[in-house]
T-cell receptor
Framework: DAKTTQPTSMDCAEGRAANLPCNHS???????VYWYRQIHSQGPQYIIH???NNETNEMASLIITEDRKSSTLILPHATLRDTAVYYC????????????FGKGTTLSVSS | NAGVMQNPRHLVRRRGQEARLRCSPM?????VYWYRQLPEEGLKFMVY????????ESGMPKERFSAEFPKEGPSILRIQQVVRGDSAAYFC?????????????FGQGTRLTVV
């Protein structure tokens, strides 16, 4: 079972920042937080991952709280093409672990 | 560097036939994961393989489904005697290692339709 809790859906205006929350209150010290998205039944797309420090790449920023029990994915300037289901996943840093997807958040970006 | 390649992209099978789905991982990746997505549902983990080894098959149905990742060639997900309920999108992902600090990249999937 997924170890994360996300809102079912969110709306965002085009050009605004999209802030997607995720709760992972039972996260262990060796578990990473991953974010993927799936656009209209395409293959899931990797966005970003982190352990405890905030991370940023060309797609998004990941903010992890100090106690690591929650995180927020930030898309700084959402576009219509960012409409997708966003998945927050925790994954242990040990050999033999797969990514287990939950239900995710459906983000709808509108003009 | 080509991404994860899955073929065929679309597959139609009659009930009772066999379906073979292929996944070629990214170059240098020795870990492969298979997922199934039923219509209007989420991604369900099926099996995790390393070259010539099954690491975790906890999500595989007990009957009719099997997977392999030989030393040479693509990973194969095989479904014997398909039924209508097997109609779904099957996604494959690969990673260079199987640990938490390495991202996995997905292919575009194979859409299986059983008629």
């Amino acid at each position: 079972d997924a170890k994360t809790t996300q809102p079912t859906s969110m709306d965002c205006a085009e050009g605004r920042a999209a802030n997607l929350p995720c709760n992972h209150s039972t996260i262990s010290g060796n578990e990473y937080v991953y974010w993927y998205r799936q656009i209209h039944s395409q293959g899931p797309q990797y966005i970003i991952h982190g352990l405890k420090n905030n991370e940023t790449n060309e797609m998004a920023s990941l903010i992890i709280t100090e106690d690591r029990k929650s995180s927020t994915l930030i898309l700084p300037h959402a576009t219509l093409r960012d409409t997708a289901v966003y998945y927050c996943i925790v994954r242990a840093n040990q050999a033999g672990t797969a990514l287990i997807f939950g239900k995710g958040t459906t983000l709808s970006v509108s003009s | 560097n080509a991404g994860v390649m899955q073929n065929p992209r679309h597959l139609v099978r009659r009930r009772g036939q066999e379906a073979r789905l292929r996944c070629s991982p990214m170059k240098g990746h020795s870990h492969v994961y298979w997922y199934r997505q039923l219509p209007e549902e989420g991604l369900k983990f099926m099996v995790y393989l390393q070259k010539e080894n099954i690491i975790d098959e906890s999500g595989m149905p007990k009957e009719r489904f099997s997977a392999e990742f030989p030393k040479e060639g693509p990973s194969i997900l095989r479904i014997q005697q398909v039924v209508r309920g097997d109609s779904a999108a099957y996604f494959c992902a690969s990673s260079p290692q199987g640990q938490g600090n390495t991202e996995a990249f997905f292919g575009q999937g194979t859409r299986l339709t059983v008629v």
